[in-house]
């Protein structure tokens, strides 16, 4: 007898397949099904509680038996983990002509991502023969398929019949190998589906992903989809000085692109053409050229940059400055016989002639931070005045900018910080004697800083790497008073802690970045802290070593529980934020936040809310449903993850 709803349940619609209509061949057997019971098959396994961490790894990991090294490392006496779990049941999606580009349902992969190519009755060793990986996700759908039941659609009914013939003697051969090891795996089995496509897009939109026609849906999540409106929703272009945007590019001839007068892209192709901007400042008429371009960040090396290059900016923010206040710089001085100068009292920014119409001008490059950031730094500090290392600072702190910079722009920016402040037309009252002042007075976070601050995730919530945990300093400056220190601790100076105050530091002890250590039961001690900087008004840094797989699952843990976010769609939100450095949880802790997220759904009817809400609907507050599945998940990260693949 059933004492619970949860006991009553069964680990999947498709088992036992007693209500599917059997077809037979031999000694093999599949089963047919109809779209409404594919939605419903997806729909119910989406509510299954995963196992625990501990009963599917080391497996995911892969263990291939000629690799000594991962062998060793993950199992080393213990044999008995190497054997396939035989605690889950998914379900795999095959589309049989395996084009992925059209009429793709949630989650479907192709056949030649689990079978072998020249035998396709036979599933892919896919497990590495060689090398040591705790991020093998590239082999996860294949790994999956082998603990689902199989479900192939197509709408060419011999190529899904044929096709599930050769799954279902996959399955038996992978059956009969584990029992001649005498080791019991639950019974797969197989699933044809012959409806056409048209019917899941008109009666199951759902899980349709991809449509005949090629489009995305937004039915379901698409990670590669997700992480750009992310990125495009952290860099949405905003005004950082009189009339000057900084941010993406934007569609060509959208309408976006027309809201500005002059666009000057940044990349890496591009060169200092300030003559250009001069053209249109000082045309009589209001012409129209507006794409204009300027080298990306990085790219002017000191110490081989020359004085031309840096005249080359100057005159840049020269002429964005009198392009958007409508201004001429005044005229050269006449000079009488003796050649001496008339005395003036003309200043930078009053105009020659007539005032001109003022230009809104956006500098921007593809991701809206990367290339253009240079410029915007070096404008900044000259539209409003500010010694670069202020500029810097509040282009993030007062005009919420997240920007990357790179070690050569500090070099370059602070070696004219003097001529953009003496050329500047707010510090014309200023001698310069002043501006050497101003510019000498540099901050102590300065000299250790790369480029590139810690990662606003949110507004109380920082992630970065063992050396922005090392530069207190900086940390104070943008407004972060906690330090949760993730498997590393930073290294001071005799006097900085106490400074700082102990209980303003929080250390994860004994979690290393191996594939083995887990990191869910700190999530409630961490995530407490993080809140409590959040109620006392600071922003807490969350850092490891390199920033990229511990502290990165603590944020992202957060923006769960604090966003309602599904761990696909928070993946994505931590993932852009941490701009050029690209987030790497290793398996285990993507599997763990993919639990994580059972338990909130479970526990917290506030994240349930926030999820329906973001879903779009309130219907379905409270209960168990994941928007993605393992596999799925552990298969786009891998895409995502392959053009930075060494």
């Not at 939109?205 to 005949?212: E, Q, R």
Request: hydrophobic share 35%; with cysteine; charged share 25%.
């Amino acid at each position: 007898m059933c004492h619970s709803e949860d006991e009553c349940r069964l680990p999947s619609l498709l088992y036992p397949p007693n209500r599917y209509t059997r077809l037979e061949l031999g000694p093999l057997t599949i089963f047919s099904i109809g779209a409404r019971d594919v939605a419903r098959a997806l729909d119910y396994i989406s509510q299954e509680p995963l196992p625990d961490p501990s009963q599917v790894f080391p497996w995911f990991h892969g263990l291939h038996p000629n690799n000594q090294i991962q062998q060793a490392f993950f199992i080393a006496r213990k044999k008995a983990l190497r054997k396939t779990p035989a605690c889950l049941r998914g379900i795999t999606v095959v589309k049989a002509d395996g084009n992925l580009a059209e009429s793709r349902l949630k989650g479907a992969i192709a056949p030649d991502e689990f079978l072998q190519p020249d035998a396709n009755d036979e599933f892919i060793d896919a497990d590495p023969k060689e090398g040591f990986s705790v991020r093998n996700f590239q082999i996860q759908a294949a790994k999956a398929a082998m603990l689902s039941d199989i479900i192939i659609y197509g709408d060419d009914a011999c190529q899904v019949r044929k096709l599930g013939w050769d799954i279902a003697s996959a399955q038996a051969k992978w059956r009969q190998k584990h029992e001649s090891q005498h080791h019991r795996i639950p019974e797969y089995n197989t699933f044809i589906c012959l409806n056409s496509f048209k019917e899941f897009e008109e009666k199951h939109s759902d899980i349709v992903a991809v449509d005949s026609e090629g489009h995305l849906t937004g039915n379901v999540v698409d990670l590669f989809h997700q992480e750009r409106l992310e990125m495009y929703a952290m860099s949405k272009a905003s005004e950082i000085s009189h009339n000057v945007w900084l941010g993406p590019t934007p569609e060509p001839a959208g309408d976006e692109e027309k809201e500005y007068d002059v666009l000057i892209e940044c990349s890496d192709l591009s060169r200092l053409n300030p003559s250009a901007l001069q053209a249109i400042a000082e045309a009589a008429d209001d012409v129209h050229y507006p794409y204009l371009e300027f080298p990306s960040s990085g790219s002017i090396l000191p110490p081989t940059w020359s004085h031309a290059e840096a005249d080359g900016i100057l005159e840049t923010c020269k002429w964005i400055w009198h392009l958007s206040h409508g201004t001429l710089p005044p005229k050269p001085n006449a000079t009488d016989l003796d050649g001496d100068a008339e005395m003036t009292d003309d200043v930078p920014n009053k105009t020659s002639g007539g005032p001109g119409r003022p230009r809104k001008i956006l500098i921007h490059c593809a991701d809206g931070y990367t290339e253009s950031t240079m410029l915007g730094i070096a404008y900044f500090s000259y539209s409003t005045g500010r010694p670069v290392p202020d500029a810097w600072l509040n282009l993030h702190t007062t005009m919420k900018r997240n920007f990357f910079a790179y070690p050569t722009d500090v070099a370059l920016l602070t070696s004219i910080s003097a001529r953009l402040l003496h050329e500047s037309p707010v510090c014309a009252d200023k001698g310069l004697s002043e501006i050497t002042a101003l510019v000498r007075e540099e901050p102590r976070w300065l000299a250790s800083l790369d480029g590139s601050f810690p990662s606003r995730v949110l507004d109380y919530m920082y992630l970065g790497n063992i050396g922005h945990a090392n530069n207190p300093d900086l940390l104070k400056a943008l407004g972060i008073r906690q330090i949760l220190s993730v498997g590393e601790t930073a290294m001071w100076r005799d006097g900085e802690l106490e400074e700082w105050g102990e209980d303003n530091v929080y250390v994860v002890e004994g979690v290393q970045d191996n594939g083995i250590d887990p990191l869910t039961d700190e999530f409630e001690k961490c995530l407490e802290f993080i809140d409590r900087g959040r109620r006392h008004g600071t922003a807490t840094l969350v850092h490891c070593r390199v920033g990229v797989s511990r502290s990165a699952t603590i944020c992202i843990a957060e923006v769960m529980r604090a966003l309602g976010l599904s761990l696909p769609r928070a993946y994505c939100f931590v993932r852009a934020r941490r701009l050029n450095v690209i987030i790497q949880p290793h398996l285990r802790f993507i599997y763990e936040l993919l639990k994580w997220e059972e338990a909130l759904q479970k526990t917290n009817y506030h994240y349930n809310r926030r999820r329906a809400e973001n879903a779009g609907s309130l219907a379905d507050v409270g209960g168990l449903r994941r928007e993605l599945e393992w596999a799925e998940i552990a298969r786009e990260i891998a895409l995502m993850n392959r053009p930075y693949a060494r």
